[in-house]
């Protein structure tokens, strides 16, 4: 006999057809009540022929061919299927089946595994998407005090993953970056008073939104977007450089350009230097280029706003007028968002350069999460997986405030009196609450962690339960 492990039914016989494994059973003994309402007043209604898909035996797709009793009850009408708890009537399939695929969906693309286990691909979406309904839904971690909003190619589109750059944790994850889909995100999000600074890139829908539900937050753009287009008006020179060479020999004395000319001067190695020495004389331009970036990039020295605009203004018109048009795209993007670049400088002032560090970090940590997962996957399937990995937490303390009567001998022992005192009887206080909160996926573990998943690692495309 087939060690099936499926109580509550009588294997009749078995027959392999090809790929296919059949198993043709019927029910076994009498449920002792109706499910519904527990009368024992129950009586035969019939039978239905069921397909429940079980894992692979002998490996071989296998179905289970049920004949499977029905029931009525007289004393509420309803009628019930034999019950048997090993299968899940959602999906006419065995429970086992189902938590396996539930378990792989996250880890291999959605049409792979219905090759694997013989069935349509609609089944495995529909296992998946009922298994983790609560994740895709409804997660929702505490509100941080400086969020990141950022993009990031995920599963064959431009994503937005929304960040906590107070504890590097990730907290959530959009599958498009337009308004339509940050608008419901933010409307439905938690605790939005608490949102003190919110960091970015250049992505004018995201300034909206963030004016929208956070007016009072401070919008911050990340430093490495802006030196981002630096480092690009620069590349368009040297291209500009290496073309206008007249021979494949001159070219050829511009070897590494591309890297020189994005290292900085402290990080320069002493052959680097030379190199850089001899272009200065040989191709002033990518000189006076260099030394342009160089003059932008410590823009971010200035110890506060006004100095960083000050420096700002003195390195636009330096710029000599034949590399002019090669910044035209940071021109008028300081037009355009000029404010949000230099609050960066306010930021710094308050928090430190911690936070402005965390923007990239946390980007990194994703981006370096998603290439360890690999392609294939739908955008949901690797959200459930990102949302799924260990959390990070931490303990805060919130005030709550409370009326009572006003103690004569007051000591202020558990919280501290405020002076608006409504008459001479009563006062409020503040007591102190410490709770645990769970900010958000940690992205500093979030790689190792994804590392050690031992389902990456199924030797075979057959799993055999026998
Ligand atoms: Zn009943």
Not at 361 to 377: H, L
Request: hydrophobic letters at 35%; one cysteine or more.
């Amino acid at each position: 006999m087939l060690p099936l492990d499926l109580p509550g039914i009588d294997v009749i016989n078995t027959s392999h057809d090809g790929q296919l494994f059949s198993i043709h059973a019927g029910c076994v003994g009498r449920p002792v009540g109706c499910v519904y309402c527990g009368s024992v007043s129950i009586v035969g209604h019939g039978q239905n022929n069921q397909e429940v898909m079980d894992l692979p035996h002998h490996g071989k797709f296998t179905c289970i061919h049920l004949k499977r009793k029905r029931y009525k009850c007289k004393d509420c009408s309803s009628t019930f299927f034999h019950p048997l708890d090993w299968i899940n009537d959602d999906h006419r399939a065995t429970t086992r089946f189902v938590d396996r695929i539930a378990k792989v969906s996250l880890d291999r693309s959605f049409s792979d595994i219905a090759r694997e286990y013989g069935v349509h691909e609609k089944t495995i979406r529909n296992i998946f998407y009922n298994k983790y309904a609560d994740v895709i839904d409804t997660t929702r971690f505490e509100s941080p005090e400086y969020l990141g909003i950022d993009e990031i190619n995920i599963a064959g589109g431009v994503r937005c993953c929304i960040t906590n750059l107070s504890v590097n944790a990730g907290i959530e994850f959009l599958p498009k970056r337009t308004l339509d889909t940050l608008r419901p995100y933010f409307h439905n999000m938690p605790g939005k008073e608490n949102v003190k600074a919110v960091a970015m890139d250049m992505w004018r829908p995201y300034r909206q939104i963030t004016k929208e539900f956070f007016p009072h937050a401070i919008i911050v753009i990340d430093k490495f977007h802006v030196l981002k287009m630096a480092d690009m008006a620069v590349d368009a020179i040297r291209k500009k450089v290496r073309a206008d060479c007249e021979t494949k020999r001159t070219q050829l004395k511009l070897k590494k350009d591309r890297f020189i000319m994005r290292t900085r001067p402290y990080n320069m190695n002493e052959l680097e230097k030379l190199q850089m020495a001899m272009w200065r004389k040989d191709f002033p331009l990518l000189g006076i280029a260099y030394d342009v970036k160089e003059e932008f990039f410590r823009i971010y020295d200035a110890k506060d706003r006004q100095e960083a605009i000050l420096r700002f203004k003195t390195w636009k018109s330096a710029i000599p007028e034949a590399l002019k048009p090669y910044w035209e795209t940071v021109f008028i993007t300081y037009e355009n968002w000029g404010d949000e670049i230099f609050n960066f400088f306010d930021l710094v002032e308050h928090s430190g350069s911690k936070l402005t560090n965390a923007y990239t970090e946390c980007q990194n940590s994703i981006t370096r999460a998603i290439n360890s997962i690999g392609r294939g996957y739908s955008f949901d399937a690797l959200r459930v997986k990102l949302l799924l990995a260990p959390k990070k937490e931490g303990i805060i303390t919130s005030y709550r405030s409370i009326k009572r009567k006003k103690q004569q001998s007051d000591n202020h022992t558990i919280g501290f009196s405020l002076a608006t005192n409504f008459n001479n009887d009563y006062e409020t206080i503040q007591i102190p609450e410490r709770r645990l909160v769970t900010w958000g996926i940690d992205l500093e573990n979030l790689e190792k962690w994804l590392d050690g998943q031992e389902y990456k690692a199924y030797p075979n495309s057959m799993i055999d339960m026998d």
